[in-house]
């Protein structure tokens, strides 16, 4: 199969428009939990938070090819930090309610709650205390549900073996700060660092 200039022109220009979706999701959900205020700040981490690099990618044809593409995003990490897990569940109907209408409103953001991971930490110690859980239900008799501590406060989150090494947060970009009032836009993050990199 030939992979034609375009081809490879349109598959980046997804994959940039992919990140920029995330990111306005990141903004939307952010927004919403705002009001919250054992929330004390929230940023962006992961891939999306980063200016895009070229990568051969794990799907074909590109891959046979050895062809560069810009990183494939797949889901938007957030890192909350707060005081009190006391309303996990109403934070997740919050996130969930936020997308929703975001896409219905035609602003462009279609992602999925379950496409917007939340590690949750301590304010001042940045211990990690697990992840927001995306059932609609704690438990939900699901096989996540089987793993020690998970649900020993409702919608906590454990994930069997994760332990989060010094590289969660690095790179953090804020988005909300609490105690100054600051607010970031994810939208406004440069989307690609390599753009003299040829194809």
Sequence with gaps: ??????DIDRENARLLARQSEF??????????????????????????????????PRFQP?????????????????????????RLGDMRRARDLALRRACESGSGVSVANHQVDVFLFEPGSDRYLGRLCSFAQCPKGKRDCLTPGCGAVPF??????????????????????????????????????DSSASA
Excluded at 1 to 6: G, P
């Design 23 to 56: 990111r306005a999701a990141a903004d939307v959900v952010a927004a919403a939990w705002r009001s919250f205020p054992e929330v004390q700040a929230i940023a962006l981490i992961g891939s999306v938070a980063k200016p895009l690099c070229k990568e051969v």
């Design 156 to 193: 906590n989150k454990i994930v069997e073996d994760f332990r989060p090494d010094d590289t969660l947060l690095a790179g953090a970009v804020p988005l909300y700060e609490r105690a100054s009032g600051a607010i970031w836009c994810a939208a406004d993050l440069p989307a690609a660092g």
């Design 1 to 6: 199969m030939t992979i034609r200039r375009a």
């Design 62 to 86: 590109f891959r046979r090819h050895g062809i560069e593409l810009w990183h494939e995003c797949g889901d938007v990490d957030l890192a909350v930090w707060l005081d009190s897990r006391d």
